[in-house]
């Protein structure tokens, strides 16, 4: 094995299967978990493999790490179920840098090296766009949670699919009528200058205008960017609300700094907690942020509400009523986003089973199977709330949810149904032949 092929990271029962297997011998024959049983009749077959894309270097780090440990965490208890189609699912993990060109690079990887039957996982919508053309081309199977449009407005292919993760274009849309009636109807949007960013400024500009508002200022930021003080006296006198969302390895201080800029005056802040994630906001110098307004896909702190289902992915995900890791309360989960990977893994699991899935062969199918899926209610396979699925699209529509900062916490103040998420569909992928 060549140095460049030790970077993959394989995860498997294999050595689990072993040491209960020995610990059946000692207690008797046929003691194995009846999951595990299951598994043990199908290993001729091998393994399903499942390559996960990670971000674990460059701007989608931190993103990437919580990626990888929910990924962990749902493919252990898919085995635990048994695994798919009686064969335990093996996932294969190779950091993509968080950059498009090494994102097709893996895919090729996943296909020519590791052999994958599908892949999973990138989050940064120039990833995602730079890697699907790939993935069709190699005939590849593609569930990317990444929120932006670019599945939904038919600019991949059919190959890709988003069923875990909502949409950029859904979530505005949805939130507008609540930053109108409540917040401003002049919005100054501070935002990251690629696609992902783009998608904000284009559907929240358009969403704001149906509510009557209007976007007075569109500040573009660098996604590299490390200090943000010199944008902020872009920001008009007569803003009524400030739309921020920010990602990457700086957002700590770009939150400080527009903290620092304000001294705890100006506009309302109505942010997406991409500002925030994997931060505590209990943290130094966010003070300001009392009284503030952010977008959750899912509710970081642990609300009165709480289901059972969400309370069990907590606990499998290994993360506190706080959003932060039961092994370090200083370490802040990216919880807004996470639940994409383990509910996109739910997917594929369905969609084999549905399918039939063997090999290879059967990728087609799989996609048939996933677009063929509309209502997805909420349980253990869908801990983040009830979905449906449009499978023309490959898009998933679910409940979006805004939280106020009271006494240093995320709290729900409301949210959405998901008939306020839809759109009128612009492609019908299953038109598109394989």
């Not at 993509?96 to 090729?108: H, I, K, M, N, Y």
């Not at 590791?114 to 005939?139: Q, T, Y």
């Not at 994997?278 to 943290?283: E, P, Q």
């Not at 966010?286 to 289901?307: K, N, V």
Request: aromatic share 10%.
């Amino acid at each position: 094995m060549t140095e460049k092929d030790q970077s993959a990271t394989t995860f498997t029962r294999r050595k689990a299967l072993g040491a209960l297997g020995a610990a059946a011998g000692v207690a008797g024959a046929g003691m194995l978990m009846p999951g595990i049983a299951r598994m043990a009749h199908a290993q001729s077959s091998g393994p399903i493999k499942l390559g996960f894309q990670v971000h674990r270097t460059g701007i989608g780090s931190a993103y990437g790490r919580w990626y990888e440990r929910v990924a962990t965490a749902a493919i252990s208890r898919i085995n635990d179920m048994g695994g798919i189609n009686g064969r335990e699912v093996e996932m294969i993990a190779e950091d993509d840098g968080t950059d498009p060109r090494r994102g097709a690079e893996v895919l090729e990887r996943f296909a020519s090296l590791h052999n994958c039957d599908a892949v999973f996982g990138p989050l940064f919508s120039h990833v995602v766009i730079g890697s699907a053309p790939r993935a069709g081309e190699l005939k590849m199977p593609y569930f990317v949670v990444s929120e932006g449009h670019h599945v939904a407005s038919g600019a991949l292919n059919r190959y890709t699919l988003q069923p875990g993760i909502t949409d950029v274009k859904s979530q505005v849309i949805s939130m507008a009528p609540f930053v109108s009636e409540n917040l401003g109807k002049k919005v100054t949007m501070i935002y990251p200058d690629f696609a992902f960013g783009h998608d904000h400024r284009d559907f929240f500009t358009a969403a704001i205008a149906a509510q009557g508002g209007e976007v007075i200022q569109q500040i573009a930021v660098p996604p590299t960017e490390t200090s943000f003080t010199r944008y902020f006296p872009s920001i008009p006198r007569d803003t009524d609300v400030v739309y921020h969302v920010m990602v990457g390895p700086a957002v700590l201080t770009f939150v400080r700094e527009m903290g620092e800029f304000f001294g705890g005056r100006g506009p309302q802040l109505f942010g997406f907690i991409d500002s925030l994630e994997a931060v505590d906001i209990t943290s130094p110098g966010l003070e300001f942020l009392e009284g503030s307004y952010f977008w959750e896909g899912m509710c970081r702190y642990a609300q009165p509400d709480q289901t059972s289902h969400e309370a069990a992915y907590r606990a499998a995900v290994g993360v506190d009523a706080n959003g932060a890791s039961l092994d370090d309360a200083r370490d802040v989960s990216t919880y807004a986003h996470m639940f994409g990977v383990w509910e996109t893994l739910a997917v594929i699991k369905a969609g084999m089973e549905a399918s039939g899935y063997q090999g290879s062969n059967d990728r087609s199918g799989l996609i048939e199977a996933v677009e063929a899926m509309t209502d997805m209610p909420l349980s253990d396979d869908h801990p983040q709330g009830d979905k449906v699925f449009n499978g023309k699209t490959h898009q998933v529509f679910g409940k979006q949810n805004i939280s106020r900062v009271e006494s240093g916490k995320l709290v729900r103040v409301h949210q959405t149904s998901i008939e306020d998420t839809l759109y009128a569909d612009e492609v019908d992928y299953t038109t598109q032949s394989f």
